[in-house]
């Protein structure tokens, strides 16, 4: 696919995963005690954490943070939910943070199409959100928004109207992208 086809397909992007996820479930015992949530990434999956941060700030009780970088902050412990997304899962300064996560807390979640961070993932008993491959990173945008979106709302953190909210704005802008 075609950058400008790529990016065409943002909006659909946030269907497609919709449909992939929205049966998918968590143990939300083993969710329970979230105090704060730690997105790990770089590139377009970091941007992604930073905006769905930024558009859930008023949604979402819980403190967000984004981090790109090789290692997990200090006063991330076993209150922290640790998200970790990686387009390809080959990500090193994702898997370093990984590895690092898996002392700390008991709730990690995997954001990737394979890779590394799936097998470590599997041999973990974390579970992973597949992305659908055929995508430049950067242009997936829309697929790992609405990961992040539909785990919150798995969580019971985010409520399904505001899902609901962002797939109307994506089929308002999907009527836009077909005018380019």
Not at 12 to 18: A, E, G, I, M, R
Not at 36 to 51: E, F, K, Q, R, T
Not at 112 to 134: A, R, W, Y
């Amino acid at each position: 696919m075609k950058m400008n086809e790529m990016i065409k397909s943002f909006p659909k992007q946030f269907f497609k995963q919709y449909d992939n996820l929205k049966n998918k479930k968590l143990d939300l015992e083993k969710f329970k005690d979230i105090r704060n949530i730690v997105i790990v990434g770089m590139g377009g999956s970091a941007i992604s954490g930073d905006l769905v941060s930024s558009l859930v700030k008023n949604e979402v009780k819980i403190p967000i943070h984004v981090i790109r970088d090789y290692s997990v902050p200090l006063w991330t412990d076993n209150s922290t939910l640790f998200i970790f997304s990686s387009y390809s899962g080959n990500t090193e300064e994702t898997i370093s943070c990984f590895n690092s996560a898996l002392s700390r807390s008991e709730m990690l979640l995997s954001i990737c199409t394979g890779g590394e961070l799936q097998k470590l993932s599997i041999e973990n008993n974390v579970e992973v959100f597949s992305l659908p491959i055929g995508y430049q990173p950067r242009a997936a945008l829309g697929l790992s928004m609405m990961t992040l979106f539909l785990i919150l709302n798995n969580l019971n953190l985010l409520k399904i109207e505001f899902v609901k909210d962002v797939l109307n704005g994506a089929s308002t802008l999907d009527l836009f992208y077909d005018d380019f």
